[in-house]
C-alpha cells in the first residue's frame, strides 16, 4: 500500500525555520523524482523545489531559492524541504509529489502558518 506522510508544518514568527519531511512506503523510492508543491488560501498549487533520484540535482522557484532546501534519503525513503528565513507569504498548505515510471504519488499536505 502506498503511502505519503508529510509532517514538520506548524506555526512559526517571521524569521524563523522549518524542516519538512515527507516519509514514503509501498514503491520503489530510489527510482522516483520528488517535487514539493504549496498552496496558498485562495491561490493556485505551486512549485517550491524539486530533487533528482539521487539528490543530486535540484531545482528551485525563485521565491525558494537562498532560503529552501530540498534533500532526499533513499535509505529512509524521505525527502526533506528545509525552510529558513520564512515570511508571511510563505503561509501555505505543502505537499509532496513524488513520480516514477508509472507512478505519481500526491501526500495529504501539511500546514505552515507564518505569524508574528
Known amino acids: 500500500q502506498v503511502q505519503l506522510v508529510e509532517s514538520g508544518g506548524g506555526l512559526v514568527q517571521p524569521g524563523g525555520s522549518l524542516r519538512l519531511s515527507c516519509a514514503a512506503s509501498?514503491?520503489?523510492?530510489?527510482?522516483?523524482?520528488a517535487t514539493w508543491y504549496r498552496q496558498a488560501p485562495g491561490k493556485e498549487r505551486e512549485l517550491v523545489a524539486h530533487i533528482g533520484f539521487t539528490g543530486d540535482a535540484t531545482s528551485y522557484e525563485a521565491f525558494a531559492k537562498g532560503r529552501f532546501t530540498i534533500s532526499r534519503d533513499n535509505s529512509k525513503n524521505t525527502v526533506y524541504l528545509q525552510m529558513n528565513n520564512l515570511k508571511p507569504e510563505d503561509t501555505a498548505v505543502y505537499y509532496c509529489r513524488i513520480q516514477g515510471l508509472g507512478f505519481d504519488y500526491w501526500g495529504n499536505g501539511t500546514l505552515v502558518t507564518i505569524s508574528s
Open positions: 509501498g514503491f520503489t523510492f530510489s527510482e522516483s523524482v
